[in-house]
């Protein structure tokens, strides 16, 4: 599968993913301590919704519509996704657009960016050149940001334990490998080698490929790593569909009972951004927590 994200810029798994990381990373910013925010698959930072949708060769059907599209023009917004709604528009309008509909859409580096306090500190990774370039021009003025060019996995044992000794780590590949579980699952044995309580999100696409079904179940993640207390959420919005049905987040080591503020934010997504029948939100502990 490739699932570059230049070709998929707000469509509903970035929804999903993005609400869900701004609300997390500011649960974890309820300590006033600093924190290291490592992201090992940053992309180039931002996107042009139009530039998306006309592929390498050929035009594209845009995703965005049903991701970001969906929630334009509502008012019934959550306030977790009226907050990470405000920061997409953010963006939007200092690119230079201020239409209704959008045009520009932040990556993951520039929202983590957006909300990071003066005490929190970035390490933003992309192994791509060209993406990391993108990535340099976009962020140049950002401080207390680093942006290398290396390898995500890489990062996880030259940048932990960091100086704070918190860490959020956010890990998110394009899944162009045919062994990125295997890499995943390699990565966060080491991250949490190195800083057992650090907090871990990692993103996985919902297919029928092998490797998707074993990742977060008892005989895959939990046999090959020592997990400390870890929760899963999928995110099926068209579970007939040939490729990509849905999306998953793993985190490891959330925030004590963040569970109780993903569950309702979950299925309220899953309702808004479904393209067929059947459906939903499903989440559960892969450990619990104690």
Not at 165 to 175: G, K, M, N
């Amino acid at each position: 599968m490739n699932y570059r994200h230049q070709f998929h810029a707000g469509n509903f798994a970035d929804v999903f993913k993005h609400t869900v990381l701004v609300r997390l990373v500011r649960c974890l910013q309820r300590k006033p301590a600093g924190l290291l925010v490592l992201d090992t698959h940053a992309g180039r930072g931002g996107y042009d919704l139009a530039a998306a949708a006309q592929g390498d060769t050929r035009a594209r059907t845009p995703e965005w519509p049903d991701g970001l599209g969906r929630l334009v023009a509502r008012t019934d917004l959550p306030e977790e996704v009226q907050a990470y709604l405000d920061l997409v528009r953010q963006y939007d309008s200092t690119r230079g657009n201020f239409e209704v509909t959008p045009r520009f859409y932040p990556g993951s580096p520039w929202l983590l960016h957006a909300i990071a306090r003066p005490q929190d500190r970035l390490a933003l990774c992309e192994l791509q050149p060209d993406e990391h370039a993108a990535l340099r021009a976009e962020l140049v003025h950002v401080r207390r940001a680093t942006i290398q060019l290396l390898d995500g996995y890489t990062a996880l044992r030259a940048m932990l334990p960091p100086l704070e000794r918190r860490a959020f780590v956010l890990i998110d590949p394009p899944f162009e490998s045919q062994d990125e579980f295997a890499r995943i699952t390699q990565g966060l044995d080491e991250g949490l080698r190195r800083l057992p309580g650090g907090t871990f999100a990692v993103w996985f696409p919902l297919t029928e490929r092998a490797g998707v079904a074993e990742f977060d179940r008892e005989g895959g993640l939990r046999r090959a790593v020592n997990l400390p207390p870890t929760l899963v959420v999928h995110l099926v919005v068209n579970p007939e569909a040939p490729t990509l049905k849905g999306c998953g987040l793993l985190i490891v080591n959330p925030p004590w009972q963040f569970e109780r503020e993903l569950a309702p934010l979950a299925a309220w997504l899953a309702s808004a951004l479904a393209q067929a029948p059947g459906g939903g939100a499903e989440l559960r502990w892969l450990v619990p927590e104690t």
